[in-house]
């Protein structure tokens, strides 16, 4: 049984930063993934990382924020800075073994930037 356990959301003010942590257990996983979900909206893709640590990013966090993962721990980060006040969500991890494919998701994590 897979499981992923978030930590490191919380309160901080526009400009500062946060590091979101996700733990797998059960297995490893080719893709790990980082998703969001504000008050209102729909849930949208922030950053995935491949198991070879290519990376890509939704426009609106490319040069804030850094994924990255440990294979030998299977664990990935989100290290999230210049944080505004619309990266406001509930964080998700997710991983999956194909591209665009999740097919776990952590518990969620909120995150909420005051101007």
């Known amino acids: 049984q897979v499981q992923l356990v978030e930590s490191g959301g919380g309160l901080v003010q526009a400009g500062g930063s946060l590091r979101l942590s996700c733990a797998a257990s059960g297995r490893t996983f080719i893709y790990m993934a980082w998703f969001r979900q504000a008050p209102g909206k729909e849930r949208e893709f922030v950053a995935r990382?491949?198991?070879?640590?290519?990376?890509y990013y939704t426009d609106s966090v490319k040069g804030r924020f850094t994924i990255s993962r440990d294979n030998g721990k299977n664990t990935v980060d989100l290290q999230m800075n210049s944080l505004k006040p619309e990266d406001t969500a509930v964080y998700y991890c997710?991983?999956?073994?194909?591209?665009?494919?999740?097919?776990?998701w952590g518990q969620g994590t909120q995150v909420t930037v005051s101007s």
């Open positions: 997710a991983v999956g073994s194909s591209l665009n494919t999740y097919n776990y």
């Open positions: 990382i491949r198991w070879d640590a290519v990376t």
